[in-house]
C-alpha cells in the first residue's frame, strides 16, 4: 500500500505494535523495535516544536485581538482559526508522547523477555 501524503501514523503504531506481539522476543526484534521508537521519538519532536510556534502564534493573535481594536476583526479570526488548530496540534501530540511511553514499556517487556529466555537457556544448559 502506497500512502501518498505521507503515513498514517495511527495506523503505522498500531501495525507495529500488533507485529511485536505475534513475534517471541529476540535480539533482533528489539533492535527493529528501538529504531522505529526513535522514528517515532523524531516525530513527537517536530510535533512539539510546531506546536510551540502555533501557541506563540495564538497568543500574537489574542494580543491583536485584545490591546489593537483596529484590528479586531482579522485578529479574532486569527484567533479561531488557531484555536482549532492548536485542539488538534494538542490531540495528535497526546497520541504521540503516550505512544511513545507505550512503546518504551514494550522495549523494557522485550528486554525482559530475552533475559528470562536466556536464563532460562543457561540453566537448561547447565542441568
Known sequence: ?????GINIKRYCRDHEAD???RPPSRAVLEAHLEKLRWLQHERLAHLIVLVMTVFAELFAVD??????ETNPLAAAMVLV???LLLFYFWHY???ENTVQRWYKLADALRDGLRGASEA??????E
Open 1 to 5: 500500500m502506497k500512502d501518498r501524503f
Open 20 to 22: 511485536l506481539a505475534s
Open 64 to 69: 491583536l485581538a485584545a490591546l489593537h481594536p
Open 82 to 84: 488557531l484555536a482549532v
Open 121 to 126: 537457556g543457561a540453566r537448561n544448559a547447565a
Open 94 to 96: 497526546f497520541f504521540l
